[in-house]
């Protein structure tokens, strides 16, 4: 990977270049083409009633719990469609936890709030369709009641009543309100730059061979120089066997094609679940699927990548991701199926002076993305290494915002990072959970490879696919620290730290 | 009950026959139907006439004898502003008299009922709250059911909502006329339509609209109207009617009206035609083995009237189309922030324990032509300038010849003969028998004349005549509609011709005398006498009623006049069709069941096949 920090501090201090690239890319299109920008609705919703199928006389009582996923922000005055999935019991008939089907959402344009929801009862496919139906004059009532009928293969079943227990449910029904980011699929690869001078955009990918042990680095690169010559594309795939030496071949550089959608440049392609390519004429070749398994993983402040006011900042497109394909490295070719990995994304201004950088793959669907660095920038250079640290685990991310591993209470309570090699560590404390990731690059394991900035100068990094971490978190608990996860990394973490 | 008071006053009940002391329990139970006010009007009527004994005599009316009632009524009689409302006073009488005096004379006939064809129909209570269909179709009349039989046979689902119940046949056999008349019209029969003069415009309320209660007579279009249509106002679903009307003549089976059950009423018309070499004939009906009952205006009892519920209704349901009765439609719904402008999303209909909803992308609107602006309005789609206006009702008086003979006019066919002679002066003459008292042509005198007439009712003929009129009323109001209607002075000109004509035509088949329906003179003798009576005769003092409502949405070319556009589609908004008697932009001229539901017919192809 390239550092995500350079020619600047992390603190947030603006930079002349920086504000202006932000002006353009946020002033075109605000929260429309900025991936991430827009959001969605989610809420959860339970409804009781009964139902009276035709022909028999006896009620039944009906129970339906939903989860209601829309697109976009609840619109008040206009319609919005939403996608619902849960649980519909009937009394004496039905209990499906897949029901699913869709929402009408238009309480004032339309009047009218529909649910057409589909579920299995008796092995038999039934669809829910109702709608409440909004009236100023019985306010509570009518958005409170849903009449509706049952159809099977359109011929109608029985009909039924359901009602919002507002004593009940009120609360958790208004507490459940999210309103998540919308993921635009493949909008997180779109490049970033518009043309500006002195930046560096980077697509990598590190995967692990789960059958051989093999850890695969394709890194992408466009660079357009500071000092306004044209900007080019380069880049290298690496390969650490698990039992060899560590091979690695250099594309490019190449004419950056003004491409749109990922990475392109001769041969060598990046694009929304495909990467594509080769180097040193064939001796390394490479065609891989992706498959995200994860939402996006933003390692640094979500507004630094929509506004990219700090010198650099890295992201993950999916936290985690699946790869299937063939790499061929000099006649051999290892297969890849399903093998766990992940995409990252950085933009900025070029290369820290000193980082370090881990992306764990924990297992269960957790991962841990650690970033340690020190600006380029005069003055900012003498401070110790910002570290920002996320840690998904179970669906959620520890810690809850990333400045808190960076810059703490004002300093007071961030995260530390000790860097060098072949072991280097970061400490921290969060609200009451605290955490030591210690990471191990064997020299044997590792690829040292020189980086070049928009203005020229050099970097060294020092990168392996191959490493080990150790992890611990521990969550305090009436007067004492106990474990809550340690996880162990046996060549299986991809790591790497940058020096001058 | 002061009822029987007044009603013993009116019809000069003097013990020596029983029917006039059943009328008073027959008239409450007519009242029951009729709307509040007119109920109210008549309960307070009957109180001020038992106040005025009281204050004269000192005892109410029932309570004085027959001599005293007659006396106070002369009184009452000879003064002429208050002849126009002991008019008014008479007609529910009369109705309920008539309904008595001829259970007396010949009791209920049987007849034998056939089977209906079947139909889908669900009454509200039994409907669910929520459903979906393809299309809606608000009333079940001509123009209703052709629609949704047009959009069921192109593979629609289509729900016809209808406000009144469904009525069988059988029932129809089985119940005296008077109380199918206060189920089967819209507030009994007694719509108004306020204006100078006021006039009766009664409207059906059933599955099959006001067909059920028509008289069968199927006037195609007029050539010459209908080149208006589309030529002068540029409504492009009147260019293909022809084929239209023929479909909709095939399905009625329409036929001229063989002469052996015509009557005799009809029979002195063609008489009276023949002698003066007018044109006349048996009407086009359609009425196939019509048996000359004479109850086609509260619903066949034979089932041979091929009214919508026996005809089009059931080739809707075979498609595919179901009936939801008892069922008034509040609103349409509209979505509003549809892209491209507002659309109609279905129905809303009110019911007791919480409405129903019907979800559909189409809306055809046939609630006719007094109830459709209403409907529209109260569902936010009332904002064109002329949306109600443009009304025009056929306005029509009636005019009896009296015979030296019986004539039975309520033995035979109820409208039996048009005499055309006049057709081109915007005056079309039917001969016209009803069940007694239900006709539009009121009996002239208080007490004992009036019981008279009652009795001597049978050697009365009674013709009709109905001109075409200019668009002179407009219905206004969201939620029960107000007419308003104004007699074009041109128009007042073609009634007193009518008068004229049918007055000539009954002298001509030799009536002995001609009532005129007019308070002032209400017997002529001659047809000079009549002439004279005209000449210092106006419009006010004829009885006046109308039929025909049409053109309150009226399409058109011209989006600044004509609500709905050219294929009868609403303006403003996408997905409402119209499809009643509303849509048609002028007065067809002629009795207008072919014509609404041609047009009808026509509005949901060009729909289909857009």
């Known amino acids: 990977m390239s550092a995500p920090m350079g020619n600047g501090g992390a603190s947030g201090a603006l930079d002349g270049d920086a504000e202006s690239a932000d002006g353009t890319a946020a002033g075109v299109a605000p929260g429309t083409d900025v991936p991430g920008a827009a959001r969605g609705t989610g809420f959860s919703e339970t409804m009781l009633g009964t139902l009276r199928l035709d022909g028999d006389r006896r ?115 208004l507490s459940s309100f999210r309103f998540p980011r919308r993921a635009r699929p493949g909008a997180l690869l779109e490049p970033r730059w518009k043309g500006e001078a002195g930046r560096t955009e980077v697509w990598y990918t590190t995967v692990t061979d789960p059958r051989t042990g093999t850890g695969l680095w394709l890194h992408h690169e466009l660079v357009a120089p500071a000092d306004g010559s044209a900007p080019y594309a380069h880049g290298w795939v690496a390969l650490f066997p698990a ?84 790499v061929t490295v000099d006649g051999t070719t290892l297969s890849l199926s399903g093998a766990p990995g992940a995409s990252a994304r950085i933009y900025g201004h070029g290369n820290a002076r000193r980082w370090a950088w881990l992306h764990a793959d924990l297992g269960d669907g957790d991962v841990l993305e650690v970033v ?69 690059q064997p020299a044997e394991r590792t690829l040292a490879l020189e980086y070049t900035d928009p203005d020229g100068s050099r970097a060294t990094c020092r990168n392996s696919e191959r490493a080990d971490a150790h992890v611990l978190l521990e969550r305090w608990w009436f007067g004492g620290w106990r474990t809550e996860a340690e996880w162990r990394l046996d060549g299986t973490a991809h790591a790497e730290v940058g020096t001058r | 009950m002061s009822l029987t008071g007044m009603v013993a006053a009116l019809v000069a009940d003097d013990g020596t026959a029983d029917w006039p002391a059943r009328v008073p329990a027959r008239l409450e139970s007519f009242l029951a139907s009729l709307p509040r006010p007119a109920r109210a009007g008549m309960r307070a009527a009957a109180r001020a006439l038992d106040a005025y004994a009281v204050a004269r005599t000192g005892r109410t009316l029932a309570a004085l004898s027959p001599g005293e009632r007659e006396s106070l009524l002369a009184g009452l009689g000879r003064r002429p502003g208050l ?71 192109a593979g629609l689902r289509v729900v016809v909502v209808e406000e009144g119940r469904h009525h069988s046949t059988r029932s129809f056999a089985a119940r005296p006329p008077l109380e199918r008349f206060a189920e089967l019209y819209r507030d009994g029969g007694a719509t108004v339509a306020l204006g100078d003069p006021p006039l009766l415009l009664p409207v059906g309320r059933a599955v099959g609209g006001t067909t059920v209660v028509n008289s069968g007579t199927c006037y195609r279009t007029p050539d010459h109207v209908r080149t208006r249509w589309s030529s002068e106002f540029g409504f492009v679903a009147a260019d293909g009617l022809d084929e239209h009307l023929d479909d909709a003549e095939h399905t009625l089976r329409v036929a001229s009206q063989p002469l052996d059950v015509l009557g005799d009423n009809g029979r002195l018309a063609l008489d009276g035609s023949r002698r003066l070499g007018w044109r006349a004939a048996p009407l086009r009906r359609n009425a196939p083995g019509c048996k000359g009952s004479c109850q086609c205006v509260v619903g066949c009892p034979t089932g041979a009237k091929q009214s919508v519920q026996l005809s089009v209704l059931p080739a809707a349901c075979a498609a595919g189309a179901r009936i939801l009765t008892e069922a008034r439609v509040d609103r349409i719904l509209v979505d509003a922030d549809r892209p491209g402008g507002p659309r109609a999303a279905g129905v809303r209909v009110g019911r007791a324990g919480g409405g129903l909803e019907i979800l559909a992308p189409l809306v055809v609107v046939a609630a ?69 008292g239900m006709g539009s042509f009121v009996l002239p005198g208080l007490g004992r004349e009036l019981r008279r007439e009652l009795e001597g009712a049978d050697r009365l003929a009674t013709l009709g005549a109905m001109i075409a009129d200019l668009p002179s009323g407009r219905v206004l109001g969201r939620g029960r509609p107000l007419l308003r209607y104004d007699l074009h002075p041109r128009d007042t000109g073609r009634l007193m011709h009518a008068v004229r004509s049918m007055g000539e035509l009954l002298f001509a088949a030799g009536a002995e005398e001609v009532l005129t329906g007019i308070a002032s003179r209400p017997r002529v003798r001659s047809l000079a006498e009549l002439d004279t009576l005209l000449s210092g005769a106006s419009a006010r003092q004829l009885h006046l009623s109308a039929y025909h409502p049409t053109g309150t949405v009226a399409a058109g070319g011209d989006p600044q006049r004509s609500p709905a556009d050219p294929l009868g589609r609403l303006r403003g908004v996408r997905g409402v069709l119209v499809a009643d008697a509303s849509v048609l932009p002028s007065c067809p001229e002629v009795n207008p069941q072919l014509s609404i539901m041609a047009a009808a017919s026509a509005v949901a192809r060009a729909h289909v096949e857009r």
């Open chain 1, 243 to 326: 039992d060899g030496p560590v091979r690695h071949a250099r594309f490019g550089p190449g004419r950056w094609p003004g491409e749109r959608t990922g990475f392109r440049s001769d041969a060598v392609t990046v694009r929304p679940g495909r990467l594509t390519g080769s180097a040193e004429d064939g001796a390394l070749a490479w065609e891989l699927t992706e498959r995200p398994l994860d939402g996006p993983l933003f390692t640094f402040p979500r507004w630094s990548w929509r506004r990219p006011l700090l010198p650099a900042a890295q992201i993950l497109p999916a936290a985690r991701a699946s790869y299937d394909g063939t």
């Open chain 2, 368 to 436: 006719g032509a007094l109830h459709t602006p209403p409907l529209l309005r109260r569902s936010g789609l009332g904002r064109h300038p002329y949306l109600g206006r443009n009304l025009s009702v056929h306005p029509a008086t009636s005019v009896a010849g009296r015979f030296a003979e019986p004539v039975t006019a309520w033995r035979g066919v109820l409208q039996s003969v048009g005499v055309e002679e006049h057709h081109h002066a915007g005056v079309l003459i039917e001969a016209t028998a009803t069940p007694p």
């Open chain 2, 83 to 153: 002849v126009p409302l002991l008019d008014v006073l008479k007609v529910p009488v009369l109705l309920a008299s008539g309904t008595e005096h001829m259970l007396e004379r010949q009791g209920l006939p049987r007849v034998a009922a056939p089977p209906d064809p079947p139909l889908d129909c669900t009454p509200a209570h039994a409907w669910p709250a929520r459903s979906t269909a393809d299309a809606v179709v608000v009333g079940s009349g001509a123009g209703g059911a052709m629609a949704a039989r047009t959009l069921a046979r």
């Open chain 1, 59 to 173: 009620p039944r009582r009906v129970r339906l719990d939903l989860d209601v996923v829309a697109d976009r922000v609840l619109r008040v005055l206009g319609t919005t469609a939403a996608r619902a999935t849960g649980r519909i019991r009937i009394e004496d008939w039905a209990d499906d936890r897949g029901a699913e089907g869709e929402l009408e959402i238009s309480p004032l344009a339309r009047r009218r709030i529909r649910y057409r929801i589909r579920f299995t009862a008796g092995g038999r496919r039934l669809l829910l369709d109702g709608w409440k139906s909004v009236t100023p004059l019985r306010p509570v009532a009518s958005m409170t009641t849903l009449p509706y009928t049952l159809y099977e293969d359109g011929a109608r079943m029985g009909t039924g009543t359901l009602r919002f227990p507002l004593t009940t449910q009120l609360v958790p029904f």
């Open chain 1, 372 to 440: 340690a660095a020190v600006s380029m920038r005069p003055g900012l250079r003498r401070l110790p290494p910002l570290v920002f640290l996320r840690l998904r685990r179970g669906g959620r991310t520890w810690p809850r915002r990333p400045e808190r591993t960076a810059v703490g209470w004002a300093g007071a309570g961030r995260f530390r990072a000790d860097v060098g090699l072949p072991g280097w560590s970061v400490t921290g404390r969060a609200g009451l959970r605290r955490i030591r990731v210690e990471v191990h």
